[in-house]
């Protein structure tokens, strides 16, 4: 339905419909884990994208290109997306601390020998147990998850993942890491 509107908003050229049709179709794509089609979704809202003021569909934009690049292994695009998402208006509040915390701790993991010291393996928990509503619960998890495992802890990587999976607050398509940990024994 946003692909149509998408392209009547073009039509008429509403840059702000524009803008929020074609997050709606990036975040739909993501969901479905097609980091392709989201992110050539995504070019067309940054297109559209006049500037950031603060709204969810700012919030939206920059936290699945953030995810985006994360599924890519693009760690430039992801510090850029990062300091794109802080630096919106409501960055102090719970949600955006566990999803920077969660999303900075995954862009460290994408060098191979970086492990988790001890404090940050504590905190990622704390956010796991007391953030499942979140958007970034499945980041949050992810995140742990592989923290345990390069930390060498197989029963927490597996427990872990099995107790966000049973908690988890989208019945939706579940990342296929957190699959794989659950598995783990």
């Given at each position: 339905?946003?692909?149509?509107?998408?392209?009547?908003?073009?039509?008429?050229?509403?840059?702000?419909?524009?803008?929020?049709?074609?997050?709606?179709?990036?975040?739909?794509?993501?969901?479905?884990?097609?980091?392709?089609?989201?992110?050539?979704?995504?070019?067309?809202?940054?297109?559209?994208?006049?500037?950031?003021?603060?709204?969810?569909?700012?919030?939206?934009?920059?936290?699945?290109?953030?995810?985006?690049?994360?599924?890519?292994?693009?760690?430039?695009?992801?510090?850029?997306?990062?300091?794109?998402?802080?630096?919106?208006?409501?960055?102090?509040?719970?949600?955006?601390?566990?999803?920077?915390?969660?999303?900075?701790?995954?862009?460290?993991?994408?060098?191979?020998?970086?492990?988790?010291?001890?404090?940050?393996?504590?905190?990622?928990?704390?956010?796991?147990?007391t953030a499942p509503q979140f958007e970034c619960a499945d980041s949050i998890a992810m995140a742990l998850c592989e923290a345990h495992r390069r930390n060498g802890d197989v029963e927490a990587?597996?427990?872990?993942?099995?107790?966000?999976?049973?908690?988890?607050?989208?019945?939706?398509?579940?990342?296929?890491?957190?699959?794989?940990?659950?598995?783990?024994?």
């Amino acid at each position: 339905m946003s692909e149509t509107y998408y392209a009547r908003a073009t039509r008429l050229a509403l840059t702000d419909w524009q803008y929020e049709f074609a997050c709606n179709c990036c975040s739909a794509r993501a969901g479905l884990r097609e980091f392709q089609e989201a992110a050539r979704w995504f070019e067309l809202a940054e297109a559209a994208r006049v500037k950031s003021t603060g709204s969810q569909v700012d919030y939206s934009h920059f936290a699945i290109g953030l995810n985006i690049a994360i599924s890519a292994g693009n760690r430039h695009r992801a510090e850029a997306h990062l300091q794109a998402l802080l630096a919106l208006p409501a960055a102090s509040s719970s949600r955006f601390r566990a999803i920077a915390m969660a999303c900075q701790v995954r862009i460290a993991q994408m060098d191979e020998t970086y492990r988790s010291a001890p404090s940050e393996v504590t905190e990622l928990s704390s956010l796991m147990r007391t953030a499942p509503q979140f958007e970034c619960a499945d980041s949050i998890a992810m995140a742990l998850c592989e923290a345990h495992r390069r930390n060498g802890d197989v029963e927490a990587y597996g427990a872990t993942a099995r107790e966000y999976l049973q908690r988890r607050r989208d019945p939706g398509l579940t990342p296929v890491e957190l699959v794989v940990a659950a598995a783990a024994t």
